[in-house]
């Protein structure tokens, strides 16, 4: 069946580098990609997404890729601050459906 | 959290006990989804509603029964749960439950079976 596969599931990182999280997905009819960040205690939140005509967007410190050939979609982030540790779930979507499939998280760490 | 919110945020009930977990979106949206959110697991769809009307049963047991009054609030009716029901029951809404719209949560309920 369709799934996504997201990595790692931990990743710990010092404040002020990079992170990177990196899902792939099955369905080529997929064309809609939500990241969410969800904080001890909230439900997820949307903190970026991407459509399939597009291969790249940036909100400030986060930026989203898109590689449709290998159906793979990464969450960058710059800068990394102790705000930013949280679990960071991919998603993927298909116009004409309601189905989100997820990924299982990320747990960020930012070691200050 | 104003969008979307869920009452009660936790809840503790014994196998034969009967409860309910409200929702209520502020969004002006349309759809509105119940899901499951256990350990290590992926977010589990249960149950869709568009326009008030059940697009969804994900092969959810009968001892969870939905309940959508309206386009604003989404109910699920609890009754001789499991303790592998355990999990954070999250709500969310989106504007319209096709066409790739971004899906809003909520809170969600913390429940532990006994």
């Known amino acids: 069946g369709e799934n996504v596969e997201q990595h790692p599931s931990t990743l710990s990182v010092q404040e002020g580098d990079s992170a990177v999280i990196k899902c792939t997905y099955s369905?080529?009819?997929?064309?809609?990609f939500p990241w969410y960040k969800q904080e001890l205690g909230k439900g997820p939140q949307l903190i970026i997404d991407i459509r399939s005509n597009v291969g790249e967007k940036k909100d400030q410190r986060i930026a989203v890729t898109l590689n449709k050939t290998a159906k793979h979609f990464s969450l960058h982030i710059t800068e990394t601050q102790p705000e930013d540790s949280a679990v960071y779930f991919c998603?993927?979507?298909?116009?004409?459906?309601?189905?989100?499939?997820f990924g299982t998280g990320t747990r960020l760490k930012v070691l200050a | 959290e104003t969008g979307v919110t869920q009452t009660p945020r936790h809840l503790v009930m014994g196998m034969t006990n009967k409860k309910s977990l409200k929702c209520e979106q502020h969004l002006g949206h349309n759809a509105m989804y119940w899901y499951k959110q256990s350990a290590k697991k992926p977010l589990e769809l249960m149950f869709v509603?568009?326009?008030?009307?059940?697009?969804e049963n994900n092969s959810v047991p009968s001892r969870f029964s939905p309940e959508c009054p309206n386009s604003s609030h989404l109910f699920l009716h609890l009754h001789t749960l499991q303790p592998e029901d355990s999990a954070l029951y999250l709500c969310?809404?989106?504007?319209?439950?096709?066409?790739?719209?971004?899906?809003?949560f909520g809170p969600g309920t913390r429940l532990t079976v006994t």
């Open positions: 969310a809404s989106s504007q319209e439950f096709l066409g790739g719209y971004e899906q809003y």
């Open positions: 369905d080529s009819a997929s064309n809609y």
């Open positions: 998603a993927a979507s298909t116009s004409g459906t309601y189905k989100y499939i």
């Open positions: 509603y568009n326009f008030k009307e059940q697009t």
